[in-house]
T-cell receptor, first 113, second 111 residues
């Protein structure tokens, strides 16, 4: 089982460049999430999608956009990257509101110079 | 809003017990979780507890929940070097999709 797959694993961007982080899950989960992980701050929710066709802002949505392309895929876009967006990004999925577990991808380490 | 707090670092000797603590503010939390993150990897669920429980034991892991004080702890018995990782406490409100994570506690196991 692949679980949650994120691409790319590493990326270096120049300030102002754009890019899309891809995430796909093969567990038929309804909910998908994007988190960023920064030292001493744990994981902070950027956006989530409770079900196909819906997206909602999390704790730190500024500078990001998301697309729930279909049930499997949830992408995160940085339109104009800033050094403050240097972080490790994790995609996760879960079955639904009553689910007890979220499954995480391996992470994307993004550096903006 | 929700807030989940943990100490950043814990060091224990191999064979000792580790106790990782967490406090949360949301009284409507229905699920409380412990996740483990090994270096260079994503998070994996270790165990969880429903908010109507006080304790849950799973092999070497014991979770204690004090709802009155909004305090959650994870005890690892006979800690091994393979337990070295970052441990995240997390909580979910009933009916909502969002899971709020703590800052993570880095556990260092000294051989």
């Amino acid at each position: 089982n692949a679980g949650v797959t994120q691409t790319p694993k590493f990326q270096v961007l120049k300030t102002g460049q754009s890019m899309t982080l891809q995430c796909a899950q093969d567990m038929n989960h309804n909910s998908m999430y994007w988190y960023r992980q920064d030292p001493g701050m744990g994981l902070r929710l950027i956006y989530y999608s409770a079900s196909e066709g819906t997206t909602d802002k999390g704790e730190v949505p500024n500078g990001y956009n998301v697309s729930r392309l279909n049930k499997r895929e949830f992408s995160l876009r940085l339109e104009s990257a800033a050094p403050s967006q240097t972080s490790v990004y994790f995609c996760a999925s879960s079955e639904g509101a009553m689910n007890t577990e979220a499954f995480f991808g391996q992470g994307t380490r993004l550096t903006v110079v | 809003g929700e807030d989940v707090e943990q100490s950043l670092f814990l060091s224990v000797r191999e064979g000792d017990s580790s106790v990782i603590n967490c406090t949360y503010t949301d009284s409507s939390s229905t699920y409380l979780y412990w996740y483990k993150q090994e270096p260079g990897a994503g998070l994996q669920l270790l165990t969880y507890i429903f908010s109507n429980m006080d304790m849950k034991q799973d092999q070497r892991l014991t979770v204690l929940l004090n709802k009155k004080d909004k305090h959650l702890s994870l005890r690892i018995a006979d800690t091994q070097t393979g337990d070295s990782a970052i441990y995240f406490c997390a909580e979910k409100e009933g009916g909502y999709q969002k899971v709020t994570f703590g800052t993570g506690t880095k556990l260092q196991v000294i051989p």
